[in-house]
């Protein structure tokens, strides 16, 4: 009888713990539709994720400033797994006591119940912005390639409003955008989004536009992890770019045109960026297993869940215990493609009834690009700034992307972007309204269709 290995999550740590898994099996010829497989022997890989496609995460910051297509940082699934199976839909329970995953699907809402061997959870983390009153409200995520994409538009839609915004005080709240977090997404995501509109502010002739990007921090420094030496020369070159610091402060309360500060100053704001505030997903919550003090679910150092038998938890949805530490892994690319292997071949160990290894990393190091020809870095212990540290953090991030063809786009993508002006457009993605009521992602006032009807649905129901 066929058995099936489900990997949850379409992640670093879940692709590439499905692509080893189908990997070996093939190697040992146990994949199902292998050649030579025998069906009372053969595994069956499934990957279920929300989306059929990977996103490389790292380069999302550079959608923002449209140095690199959209496109381009994401690659289908099924391409990346051939010879497993991709389902797509939203995870909607995990019942480790029959063993059994119950996907949701994104058209219809049926829930189809999937069964498994074997477990790999490479679910990540949710964004947490209940610790910020206000911030669920108000804020701006850049988790998903949907963050990015919005935060672009409405970048740019901002500066439209400025444009013609008589009231002197209004339109500085329009144009000042505030990054909560100086860790290496906050410090990206201003870097790059300082560039955007400032090369989007100039394209307006007939009127000066100021636009400020505010990054507020409860550190003296960003990117402290790096050590005192970087987190300086970022920090200076932050303020060298125009980007204004607020150190040591922590935001108490964001409202819908400000930010309040735990000093009582306020920043007048209409965006505010969250890049701080992960959570485990909700979904997990019921699984009897496992975990540390703040609800992550806690694996042994081989990834196997203590409390749920056959069961492996790999990537930011775990905690992950550093042996050379005692403390828990970073939520990193570069540990998740490593443990996504390991926790593969341990699955495999596991149902053949062999001894599981434990996983033991250590860090290489951290680059972060910090604006235009510029990024910090910790390489083996090796301090490296400026074009150095941009020219590493480009290669390096290049040839971890995901198949040749997604490399060669990006470097096209960089190679233009030294030679031709960046696109500063706003690409909307509201549909023609077919019912005259207000949609998700519309505003009063847009027109409907004519002979629209009154009762119609935006979405058939299958």
């Not at 949850?8 to 093939?26: C, I, M, P, T």
């Not at 099924?78 to 063993?99: A, F, I, K, Q």
């Not at 939520?331 to 996983?359: D, I, K, M, S």
Request: net charge positive; hydrophobic share 45%.
């Amino acid at each position: 009888m066929t058995r099936r290995i489900v990997v949850l999550g379409g992640g670093f740590a879940g692709v590439s713990a499905a692509q080893e898994l189908v990997k070996q099996l093939r190697r040992r010829r146990r994949l199902v539709g292998a050649r030579g497989a025998k069906a009372d022997e053969a595994y069956e890989v499934v990957l279920l994720n929300r989306d059929n496609y990977f996103v490389f995460q790292p380069l999302l910051a550079d959608i923002i400033s449209g140095t690199i297509e959209t496109t381009h940082v994401v690659v289908p699934l099924r391409r990346m797994l051939p010879g497993g199976t991709v389902e797509v839909g939203y995870l909607d329970s995990v019942d480790v006591t029959r063993r059994e995953v119950g996907l949701r699907r994104r058209w219809s809402g049926d829930v189809a119940t999937i069964s498994y061997d074997a477990l790999i959870i490479a679910l990540g983390s949710v964004t947490d912005l209940a610790a910020v009153p206000g911030m669920a409200e108000h804020g701006v995520g850049v988790r998903t390639l949907g963050d990015a994409f919005y935060l672009r538009n409405r970048a740019l839609d901002m500066l439209e409003e400025a444009r013609i915004e008589t009231d002197p005080a209004r339109r500085e709240r329009l144009l000042t955008f505030v990054v909560v977090g100086g860790g290496s997404t906050g410090v990206e995501v201003a870097a790059e989004l300082k560039d955007l509109l400032e090369l989007a502010a100039r394209s307006f002739r007939d009127v000066e536009l100021r636009p400020r990007v505010v990054l507020v921090h409860s550190r003296p420094m960003v990117l402290s992890e790096l050590g005192p030496r970087l987190g300086r020369y970022t920090t200076r070159k932050l303020r060298n770019a125009g980007i204004e610091l607020r150190l040591g402060r922590r935001v108490r309360r964001v409202e819908v045109d400000r930010v309040e500060l735990d000093d009582h100053s306020s920043i007048n704001s209409a965006t505010v960026v969250s890049t701080v505030g992960n959570a485990p997903n909700p979904v997990l919550a019921g699984i009897p297993a496992a975990r540390d003090g703040r609800g992550w679910l806690a694996p042994d150092a081989t990834f196997s869940l203590p409390g749920a038998p056959d069961v492996w938890a790999i990537g930011d949805c775990a905690s992950i215990i550093d042996p050379n530490t005692d403390r828990p892994m970073p939520a990193t690319a570069q540990h998740a493609v490593r443990e996504g292997p390991h926790a593969a071949r341990n699955v495999l160990a596991a149902l053949e009834g062999q001894a599981q290894t434990p996983f033991d990393y250590r860090q290489l190091g951290m680059l972060v690009s910090v604006g235009r020809f510029k990024a910090v870095g910790d390489i083996l212990g090796i301090k490296v700034s400026g074009l150095l540290g941009w020219l590493l953090w480009r290669s390096y991030y290049l040839l971890r992307l995901p198949t040749l063809d997604r490399r060669i786009r990006v470097a096209i993508d960089w190679t233009l972007d030294l030679l031709l002006a960046r696109d500063i457009v706003e690409i909307s993605v509201r549909r023609t309204r077919s019912t005259p009521g207000e949609a998700p992602g519309e505003i009063p006032g847009e027109p409907v269709s004519i002979g629209a009807r009154p009762e119609a649905s935006d979405e058939l129901t299958l």
